[in-house]
């Protein structure tokens, strides 16, 4: 399970595919809604390679969980 906000990639798209697995991977989900459901908070999550990469640098560099910076819109900015 993705999430409800989960907009799965073209079938064939083995790069996107591969973003998705590193995100689920990570432990986080497609998820816009806060766990009440109450209220909407947009997350944001890595589209390319390129977004994830950055991320996984960042991650090792600074000792932070990688989850946690996946979940970055700026991966050098704490949040």
């Known amino acids: 399970m993705a999430g409800r906000d ?20 990570a432990g986080l989900r497609y998820e816009g809604w806060s766990a009440c459901g109450c209220s909407r908070e947009p997350s944001y999550r890595p589209r390319t390679r390129a977004e994830v990469r ?3 640098d960042v991650a090792v560099r600074d000792g932070v969980p990688l ?4 979940g970055r819109r700026d991966p050098l900015t704490p949040e």
């Open 67 to 70: 989850a946690q910076v996946l």
């Open 6 to 25: 989960f907009a799965a990639p073209r079938r064939r798209d083995v790069r996107a595919w591969s973003v998705v697995a590193e995100v689920l991977g």
């Open 54 to 56: 950055v991320r996984r």
